[in-house]
Structures are given as structure tokens and as C-alpha cells.
């Protein structure tokens, strides 16, 4: 399977309020997609689409080899999806969390603890989250959301709360191995910063697609020219 | 567009409803013990089994939305658990007038069709307010779905498990069946009648709001005009 | 399967950690009978007046139990979690109602022993058996409704409010069995035997919202 994510017509409504709006695009397996645009834009809306939770109300929408939402549950348990909600139970430990989620995916719990190590959280993975700093909590959400070894992932801000040590020590993590490279779907605010990281790049505003093309041919003045 | 063949409706109806009043307060003998305003029986009752039907309707067009999807069968089933929401009222009512006037109460609790009934009109009663703490439309019309589905399940549990506890003293008036020929009849009218009633009133509040929404949709397609929508628990399409 | 034993060991995990239901549950249970004892002037009851007490208070307690039964789910991000997993979503109700069936055990363990002691004239110990079924059957109802009308509610405003006003009229048929079934067994000289009907009537309430529950749960959880 070569497309990883396959947009035509892409639409979401809430009543009469389209929070995206005529979205396509192609995006190859492997690659990154940055989405740049302001609050509001629909960047959380389309993750969150793309990550099954949410149904389209118009357009079609192809993730992996399945079809959404008819096809979701051949997809769901290859994608990935780290955004705003940390999606921990405060009064459990990571460790409890991380078990819990590794048992639904039917994951073998000795990943947990090595993951646990990767992210940091080795020392401290027995307290409840509710006693984590903000940082703490974004790791173990990163352990999460990439226990089950995702082809697809959802990022939503992931560096956000993250000093830059932390940050680097997540990228690996975040990017898949060279022989099994992820596709990443990343929303960013930093045009920089994410036009280095991406191989295309999709601008939203008032959810609908301004920009769209390979990150190589676009400048950080259109980026942020979405934010005007 | 919205509303064909209403106006014929209407008049049947009216044409039933009316023939059927007189002949329960002309034709119709009068009841051995109970006189006269047994004859509130041929108002109660048909009431009550149009407005069950239309409780179990409901979840019907309920489960054809959950399939489809489309928002059309979400209001479908919207208004029939609507009118029949309203027809239950009036079966309360006549049901405490007959209570009054034959027992001298206002509520019999060992009417178990009564009760089974209240029961249900008070689940039913939570719906528009479910649907009404809902603001995504969508999610409303879903949940509302769900509601409607289990509500319309529980409509004969509820009568069954009511009718099942011992009866003291009074006998089940509305249980019986055996009613000779003329009272048959026109039960059997009046129940036509209040059939027609709720069919005509489905159809005239599909048609109103089938007509508001495209109204709205052709002011802001036209006008680039349409009011902000409130928060409301009737579906809009 | 295994997805059940995931989610209910999370369940219970965190119900022993937070104590969120159960301590209330059964300080609310504890409080009705001493109001009842006040409201009804009476010493002690027997018979259809004790079972209607005893199934009307594990009722209410069971209310309180229903409210909570999605919150931390709603609040912490459990649904999404939960939803991005290649399981059956009906598992999820199952793990529901088996956690608020566990908590009604614990409940009535405690609730049933000071309702002989405080409320009860006839002592239990003759109908002791008979007795656990009818609340096993009872819980069973109880449960499933809660595990339902918890999810409808959670995600509305007014959540405490609504989750009560569907699911009580909706458990009234299991109120009219319970009570039908434990007025023989709380009577003086007790083992009256379980009366067929109710107990069928009860038994065919919890299979067939078992199984509405099941198939119309799904649209619940979506976004």
C-alpha cells in the first residue's frame, strides 16, 4: 500500500457550522504531512477524523487500506493518535495506564516498561499521573499513543509542554524505524520548525485547505500568512 | 411540495372523528351499571392504543435512522413520539375524568393500563429534554434514536409486569374483551377516528418542518441570511 | 474477552483507588432507612412494606452509582482511548454493567444486614438463598439499565439529573418483581417459596434490555 491517507471532498459539519470544508489531498506512505493554520481552523477536527473517532459528513476519507467510516475497524488498530487529551486516568499510575491500554491492543506488557525507560519514566512510573508535571504527562501520552507500534500517526502539537531535551528524547519515538518509516500526520503552529520536519504541508483556515503543497516549495511566509 | 394530499386528510379525518363521537354518544347503548360516562371509554382508549402504537412506531423509524444515517428518520420518529407525547395527555386526562366520574377518584391505582401507561408517559416524557441537553445535532438525533429504540421495548414490558400484580377490588374495565356488537363498532370507529388524528397530525408537522428548513436553507443559500440557529430538541433538516 | 477482563480490572482498579462509588452509594442506602424509620413511625416492618423499602433503597443507592458510572470516562478521556482500540465497543458496556452489578453486591452486603438489623422484624436466615437470587436478578436489571441510560447521560448537561429521570421509570417493572418477589421471603415464618411469575418476569426484563442494551449501545460511544 503505497497511499497512506487518501482525502476527496472532505467535509465536517456541526449543524450549520462547517469546521472543515472541501479537504483533498494524497499523501504517500512514509511521509509527513504537516497541518499549519490558526485556532479554530479544524486541525484538531481533521485528526481527529483521521484517527476514527469522528465521521465525515461529506467527502470520502481512505486511511490505510480502509475506507471511513465503514472500514474503521480494520484500520483502528494502526494508528496512533497523540493530541491535546493526554487520555490517562489521573488516579492510576503510567505503569497501570500504559497496561491497560497495551491489553486492549493486545500488546505484550514487558513493551510498556521498556517504553516507560524510552520516555523517562522509568523512576516514577508507579505514581498516579495526577502527581506528573506537565511534560511528564506528554511522555507518557507519547508512550501511549505509540505502544501498539502505529503505521499512522496522529500528532496534535506534540512538543507542546515539552523542554527541548524532552523533546528530542520523544523524536525517535515519534518517527518509526528507517525500515518501517511512519507516516505522521503533525499539526504545528511553528512555520519553521514544521516546514522542516514536513514532506507536504496542508494550511487550513476556517477549515478550509489554502495551502497545499510539498513542503519543499513552501515559505514561512505563507505560513504565516494563514495567521493574518 | 410539502404537504400533498393534507387538505383531503384533514377532511376525512374530521369526517371520521365527528361520525365517530356521534355514534358512540348516539348509537352506542348505554352501559348497564356505568351509564353514560362509560361513553368517555370510546375517547380513552382508542386514544391510549394510537398513542402506544405511536411510542413503538417511533423506535421503529428510530432504528431505520441508526441504519441510514439520514436525518429524515430522525424527525419521523421525533414527531411520532411528539403527537403521541400529546395524545397521552389527553389519555391521563379522560383517564382521571372516567376515574372521577365512575369511582369518585381522580386516580385509580388498580387500573393497570392506567398505571402501565403513566409510566410510560413519564419515561417519554424525558425525551424532549435529553434531546434538548444535546446541542450537536447529530449526536442528539442518535441518542434520541437509542432512546426511542429502548423506550418503545419497554412500552409492553411495562404493560406486562403491571398487569401481572393482583388486582384488589376493581375489575379490568378496559381488559375485557368481550363487548357486544353495537359497542364494538363503534369502539372500532372511534379507533379509526384517533388513527386518523395522529396520521394527520405526523404528516402536517413533518410537512411545517420540512417547509421551515428549506426555507432557512434557501434564505442563506439566496440571502446569505439565515438566523443563527438556538439550541432547539426538534431535528432540523 | 480479554478486552472484558482489561476494562473491568481498570474499573475496579480505579474504583478501589478513588472510592468514587461504593462508600457513597452504601452511606446513602444507610441514610434512607434511618429516614424511613423516621417517615414511617415504625419500629420495624415486615412483609410487602419491608420489600418495598429494601428494593426502593437499592434503588436510589443505585442512582447515585449510575451518575458515577461514566464520569471519570468522560472527564479524563477514557471514551476516546477506549474507542481508538481494535476491540468490540460492546465490551465496553458489558464491563460497565459487571462493575456497577459488583458495586451493588458490595452494596447489599453491607445494606441487607443492617436492614435486618435496624428495619426488620422476621429475621433472613430462612430465605437466605432465594433471597440472593432475587437481588442477583434484581442487580442484573439495575445494571444494565445504568450501564445504558449512564452512557446517554454522561455526555448531556444536566447529567445528574437526567440519568435518574430515564432510567426510574424505566426500572419500574423490576421494582414491581423485586418487591412481588421478596414480600413472601421477609415475612414471618419466611421461605414462602419465589413466586414463578415474577421471578419469569424479571428473568425476561434482564434478557431482553440485555440485549437491546448490546445492540444499540454502539451509536452511543461515537463522537
Known amino acids: 500500500m503505497t497511499t497512506a491517507i487518501e482525502l476527496a471532498g472532505l467535509g465536517r459539519a456541526y449543524g450549520e457550522r462547517a469546521a472543515l470544508d472541501g479537504v483533498s489531498l494524497s499523501l504517500p506512505a512514509g511521509s509527513t504531512l504537516v497541518v499549519f493554520g490558526p485556532n479554530g481552523a479544524g486541525k484538531s477536527t481533521l485528526l481527529r477524523i483521521l484517527a476514527t473517532l469522528l465521521r465525515p459528513t461529506t467527502g470520502t476519507v481512505r486511511v490505510l487500506d480502509g475506507e471511513l467510516p465503514r472500514e474503521a475497524w480494520k484500520v483502528r488498530g494502526r494508528i496512533g493518535l497523540l493530541g491535546h487529551d493526554p487520555l490517562l486516568y489521573r488516579e492510576l499510575s503510567a505503569r497501570e495506564n500504559l497496561r491497560y491500554h497495551a491489553r486492549l491492543h493486545a500488546v505484550d506488557p514487558a513493551r510498556v516498561d521498556e517504553l ?57 519515538l515519534l518517527t518509526g524505524t528507517p525500515e518501517r518509516p511512519r507516516t505522521r ?37 505563507q505560513i504565516g500568512a494563514l495567521y493574518r | 411540495m410539502h404537504g400533498k394530499g393534507l387538505r383531503g386528510l384533514s377532511v376525512a379525518t374530521i369526517v371520521v372523528l365527528v361520525g365517530a363521537f356521534a355514534v358512540a354518544a348516539f348509537y352506542a347503548p348505554l352501559d348497564a351499571d356505568q351509564g353514560f360516562r362509560q361513553k368517555i371509554f370510546y375517547l380513552h382508549v382508542p386514544l391510549a392504543i394510537v398513542a402506544l402504537v405511536g411510542f413503538i412506531v417511533g423506535g421503529l423509524l428510530a432504528i431505520q435512522h441508526l441504519r441510514t444515517r439520514e436525518p429524515i428518520w430522525d424527525l419521523r420518529s421525533y414527531v411520532a413520539i411528539h403527537i403521541s407525547l400529546i395524545l397521552g395527555v389527553g ?44 446541542e450537536d445535532r447529530e449526536r442528539q438525533a442518535r441518542y434520541a434514536s437509542v432512546f426511542a429504540i429502548t423506550a418503545g421495548a419497554f412500552v409492553p414490558i411495562c404493560f406486562g ?24 363498532l363503534t369502539f372500532l370507529v372511534c379507533l379509526a377516528g384517533m388513527a386518523l388524528l395522529f396520521y394527520t397530525l405526523y404528516r402536517f408537522e413533518i410537512a411545517a418542518k420540512l417547509a421551515r428548513g428549506r426555507l432557512r436553507s434557501l434564505r442563506r443559500q439566496l440571502l446569505d441570511d439565515a438566523p443563527v440557529q438556538r439550541r432547539s430538541a426538534a431535528p432540523t433538516i | 474477552m480479554r478486552v472484558l477482563a482489561a476494562v473491568l480490572r481498570k474499573e475496579l482498579r480505579l474504583e478501589l483507588r478513588t472510592f468514587e462509588s461504593v462508600p457513597g452509594m452504601v452511606l446513602f442506602g444507610l441514610t434512607i432507612f434511618v429516614v424511613f424509620h423516621f417517615g414511617l413511625e415504625r419500629a420495624s416492618v415486615e412483609g410487602d412494606l419491608a420489600a418495598g423499602i429494601l428494593v426502593v433503597t437499592l434503588l436510589f443507592a443505585g442512582m447515585l452509582g449510575l451518575n458515577r458510572l461514566y464520569v471519570a470516562d468522560e472527564e479524563q478521556g477514557g471514551f476516546d482511548g477506549f474507542l481508538l482500540a481494535p476491540v468490540d465497543r460492546t465490551w465496553l458496556f458489558v464491563a460497565k454493567a459487571t462493575a456497577l452489578f459488583a458495586y451493588l453486591v458490595a452494596l447489599e452486603i453491607v445494606m441487607v444486614p443492617a436492614f435486618a438489623l435496624l428495619l426488620l422484624e422476621p429475621g433472613l436466615g430462612q430465605a437466605l438463598p432465594e433471597l440472593v437470587l432475587v437481588l442477583a436478578l434484581t442487580n442484573a436489571g439495575f445494571a444494565i439499565i445504568a450501564a445504558l441510560v449512564g452512557a446517554i447521560a454522561v455526555r448531556t448537561r444536566a447529567r ?64
Not at chain 1, 200 to 218: K, S, T
Not at chain 3, 184 to 197: H, S, T, V, Y
Open chain 2, 161 to 184: 409486569a403491571v398487569r401481572a400484580q393482583p388486582q384488589e377490588v376493581h375489575p379490568q374495565t378496559f381488559g375485557s374483551g368481550d363487548l357486544p356488537g353495537p359497542m364494538w
Open chain 3, 160 to 223: 445528574d439529573l437526567l440519568g435518574p429521570l430515564i432510567a426510574l421509570p424505566l426500572l419500574v417493572p423490576v421494582v414491581i418483581a423485586a418487591a412481588g418477589l421478596l414480600e413472601p421471603l421477609l415475612r414471618e415464618g419466611g421461605a414462602g417459596g419465589l413466586d414463578a411469575k415474577w421471578l419469569a418476569i424479571l428473568g425476561l426484563y434482564d434478557l431482553v434490555f440485555g440485549l437491546l442494551s448490546v445492540a444499540v449501545f454502539d451509536p452511543l460511544l461515537e463522537d
Open chain 1, 185 to 221: 500526520v503533525v499539526t504545528s503552529h511553528d512555520p519553521a520548525g514544521g516546514l522542516a520536519e514536513a514532506d507536504v504541508a496542508l494550511g487550513l483556515r476556517a477549515g478550509r485547505p489554502v495551502l497545499l503543497a510539498p513542503a519543499a516549495g513552501v515559505t514561512v511566509d
Open chain 1, 116 to 172: 516507560l525507560d524510552a520516555v523517562g519514566l522509568g523512576a516514577r512510573a508507579d505514581d498516579p499521573i495526577s502527581t506528573y508535571s506537565r511534560g511528564m504527562v506528554q511522555r507518557a501520552a507519547a508512550a501511549r499513543a505509540v505502544l501498539h507500534d502505529p503505521e499512522l500517526l496522529l500528532l496534535d502539537e506534540p512538543r507542546a509542554n515539552l523542554d527541548p531535551a524532552a523533546a528530542a528524547a520523544l523524536e525517535p
Open chain 2, 91 to 134: 389519555v391521563l386526562v379522560t383517564g382521571a375524568i372516567w376515574a372521577k366520574s365512575s369511582w369518585g377518584v381522580w386516580w385509580l391505582w388498580d387500573e393497570p393500563t392506567l398505571v402501565s401507561f403513566l409510566i410510560v408517559f413519564l419515561l417519554y416524557g424525558t425525551y424532549t429534554p435529553m434531546r434538548f441537553a444535546i
